[in-house]
């Protein structure tokens, strides 16, 4: 990561609420480097489906438990982190067979097919202590 890049992090207990708080942030970034409707669209549908997935799924709405999210930015790209504090191994190969087999207005899944669609980048990652969702949107 170079110089150049911005950063902001925020944590909040898990709780849907809290997502009005992601899209705060958001909409901040969304003024500092003037991302248009149509790709901010895309960006905040994706960030309000990984930080419900980690609140509902990954911390099973347990309030003792916080989502912790981190905004790296620049010109070129803005990528987003998203992780819960799960204690059990997320097997994504799994999640993503389930996904595959329902349709797509399945409640379970959709929302994973969305940020996957709607974004450049998309990587899960189980870690010590809970998974994390990586997205990024390229800015031109």
Same mark, same amino acid.
């Given at each position: &990561?170079? !110089?150049?890049?911005?950063?902001?992090? +925020?944590?909040? $207990? %898990?709780? /849907?609420?809290?997502?009005?708080?992601?899209?705060?942030?958001?909409?901040?970034?969304?003024?500092?480097?003037?991302?248009?409707?149509?790709?901010?669209?895309?960006?905040?549908?994706?960030?309000?489906?990984?930080?419900?997935?980690?609140?509902?799924?990954?911390?099973?709405?347990? &309030?003792? !438990?916080?989502?912790?999210?981190?905004? +790296?930015?620049? $010109? %070129?790209? /803005?990528?987003?982190?998203?992780?819960?504090?799960?204690?059990?191994?997320?097997?994504?190969?799994?999640?993503?067979?389930?996904?595959?087999?329902?349709?797509?207005?399945?409640?379970?899944?959709?929302?994973?097919?969305?940020?996957?669609?709607?974004?450049?980048?998309?990587?899960?990652?189980?870690?010590?202590?809970?998974?994390?969702? +990586?997205?990024? $949107?390229?800015?031109?």
């Amino acid at each position: &990561m170079g !110089k150049t890049e911005n950063r902001i992090s +925020i944590a909040f $207990k %898990s709780n /849907l609420k809290y997502t009005e708080l992601s899209v705060l942030v958001l909409s901040f970034i969304k003024k500092l480097l003037d991302i248009g409707d149509d790709e901010f669209f895309k960006i905040e549908i994706s960030l309000r489906e990984a930080a419900n997935n980690a609140i509902v799924h990954g911390n099973g709405n347990d &309030m003792e !438990k916080l989502v912790h999210m981190k905004f +790296i930015w620049d $010109k %070129s790209f /803005l990528r987003i982190h998203v992780r819960d504090e799960n204690d059990r191994k997320v097997d994504f190969k799994e999640v993503e067979d389930k996904i595959n087999s329902c349709g797509l207005l399945s409640f379970n899944g959709r929302g994973i097919m969305i940020i996957k669609n709607y974004m450049d980048i998309f990587e899960f990652q189980c870690l010590p202590g809970g998974s994390e969702v +990586i997205m990024e $949107k390229k800015l031109s």
